[in-house]
């Protein structure tokens, strides 16, 4: 392994910095437990600079014509093309995902940066009709909403940051990012492809710090008109109330629990074989550490046995590793408290009756592994099936009707992702009009597309990003009405 870690600095007020003003916290590698390097945090001093260059950044992007915006964003996307190779190492490094996965995701994330330039030329207003004399023009127009403070999680350290950064900058807002801690490297390095491509240095502040402080102190300040967070339904709604408090505007994306139908039609032979093999890649991709990970999966009851067993044999034969080796097929978490979670989780299930199929404990060798893990039966009121376990966990229950699969799909107040198999296309409408969802694969797992809104309903968050609705959510409408002067 040849690349080394990049060093790391935070980039305020135009300029990358080491400064120190909130101390240093280790980055570490989650494959091994070893430090990667020193990331410097921001104190009061910098946040307060940070706010006041996003300010000043908006003040001119802004201005910047549209056709200008898309042209700096499809650089950006060139470069961060470009530097593939680099980005994805560090991704890998710094967050576990085998290196394979960690390219997918450089390279979606250019896709989704060239997606919201293409739509900064598109961000059309309209004209209405005037009712009475003496109107010359209505206009109503889609303006930038101003300076951003976006916040993101650590399990998709390129990914999550595009979304806020492409659909930000395309509307014509600046921003102050805060990514997650845990793996700054990558998004300071995508960071540096949009610098470099030509976005003014003002306009994109990148800090990391205290999570509480830094967000509780960029929501406050008045430079900053949005909030827009990646991460947990916890801290949604903690910063969704703080934005509330000032009335920003919020976009949340937050945490899911989704559910998988598998129909009578797909439970042998071919289609089971197909259902299996997408089901298994789709849960333990990235450790299970998704958002719109599968997390229940209901089967008919006569099915549920072949079902479990397989998918348990094809858990347990997964290649756990490195992610910077290629044969490692899971990596490990991300960080210990993930471990120690997953711990919980097993504890609790098993004490509540569930039934342990397959792994069930932390692996013995450095760095933060744990088993594929999967249970059957599981009580509905364990926290399994409560809550998010967001790692590689899965639950299998069975079902007795179509009715009560769409039932128990909808049990949880989130609904982020929600998928379902079937070879009918009456049963897959019913399904994709039942399911509570933001996102409804039928017979695939491929919701997060770039010319695709991706959002959940109840907890799951507000708004969408990417597609062209991610880009409006950057925006506010703006009513010009001209009268004859005289
Ligand atoms: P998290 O909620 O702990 O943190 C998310 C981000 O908010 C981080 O940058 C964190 O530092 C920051 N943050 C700001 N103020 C904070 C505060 N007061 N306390 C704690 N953090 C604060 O989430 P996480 O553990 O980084 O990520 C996992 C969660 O993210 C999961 O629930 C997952 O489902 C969700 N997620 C959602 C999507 C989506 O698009 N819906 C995508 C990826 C992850």
Redesign the pocket.
């Known amino acids: 392994m040849t690349t080394s870690y990049p060093a790391l600095a935070l980039h305020v007020a135009g300029h990358w910095t080491t400064h120190t003003g909130g101390g240093t916290r280790p980055v570490v590698n989650p494959a091994s437990g070893m430090e990667l390097g020193r990331l410097p945090l921001a104190g009061p001093q910098e946040l307060a600079a940070a706010a006041e260059s996003a300010l000043r950044g908006y003040r001119s992007w802004r201005q910047v014509r549209a056709h200008e915006r898309y042209g700096a964003l499809r650089r950006a996307a060139a470069l961060l093309r470009e530097r593939l190779d680099l980005v994805a190492t560090v991704l890998t490094l710094e967050q576990g995902k085998p290196l394979a996965e960690a390219r997918r995701e450089v390279s979606l994330s250019a896709d989704i940066i060239d997606f919201q330039a293409e739509e900064a030329k598109r961000l059309y207003g309209r004209t209405v009709p005037p009712r009475v004399e003496g109107i010359l023009s209505h206009t109503v127009a889609r303006v930038p909403v101003g300076p951003v403070a976006a916040?993101?999680?650590?399990?998709?350290p390129v990914n999550?940051p595009s979304r806020k950064l492409a659909s930000a900058l395309a509307a014509g807002c600046s921003v102050v990012i805060?990514?997650?801690?845990e793996t700054p490297g990558s998004c300071m390095l995508l960071v540096r492809c949009f610098l470099d491509a030509g976005v003014p240095a003002d306009a994109i502040n990148l800090v990391c710090g205290d999570?509480?402080e830094?967000?509780s102190f960029l929501i406050e300040r008045p430079e900053i008109a949005k909030v827009s967070?990646?991460?947990?339904?916890?801290?949604g709604k903690?910063?969704g109330a703080q934005a509330a408090a000032h009335v920003k505007r919020f976009t949340g994306?937050?945490?899911?629990h989704a559910p998988v139908i598998v129909c009578d039609d797909m439970c042998d032979g071919d289609a089971l074989d197909f259902v299996l093999r997408q089901s298994v890649a789709a849960k333990f991709r990235n450790a299970g550490q998704v958002?719109a990970s599968p997390i229940r999966f209901y089967v008919p009851r006569g099915h549920l046995g072949t079902f479990a067993e397989r998918f348990s044999a094809a858990a347990r034969a997964l290649r756990l590793g490195q992610g910077v080796d290629v044969a490692t097929q899971m990596g490990p978490l991300t960080h210990a408290r993930r471990v120690q979670d997953m711990e919980r989780f097993v504890d609790d299930a098993v004490a509540q009756g569930a039934r342990l199929l397959a792994g069930g404990h932390r692996v013995s060798r450095p760095g933060f592994f744990f088993q594929p893990t999967v249970f059957a039966d599981a009580p509905a009121q364990c926290r399994l099936m409560q809550q998010?376990p967001?790692g590689p966990m899965a639950v299998i229950q069975p079902y007795d009707s179509l009715d009560s699969a769409i039932e128990q799909a909808n049990a949880l107040p989130y609904a982020?992702g929600a998928y379902a198999f079937t070879r009918d296309l009456h049963t897959a409408h019913r399904l994709g009009e039942g399911i509570e969802a933001g996102m409804v694969g039928i017979n695939h797992f491929g919701v997060s597309q770039p010319e695709l809104p991706?959002g959940?309903h109840k907890e799951?968050?507000l708004g969408q990003e990417m597609g062209p609705e991610g880009l409006l959510h950057y925006t506010d409408v703006k009513t010009i009405t001209v009268g004859t002067p005289f």
């Open positions: 916040f993101t999680a650590w399990n998709f999550l805060k990514p997650a801690e999570p509480g830094v967000s967070v990646t991460g947990s339904v916890a801290v903690l910063l994306e937050l945490g899911g958002c998010e967001f982020l991706f959940g799951s968050g």
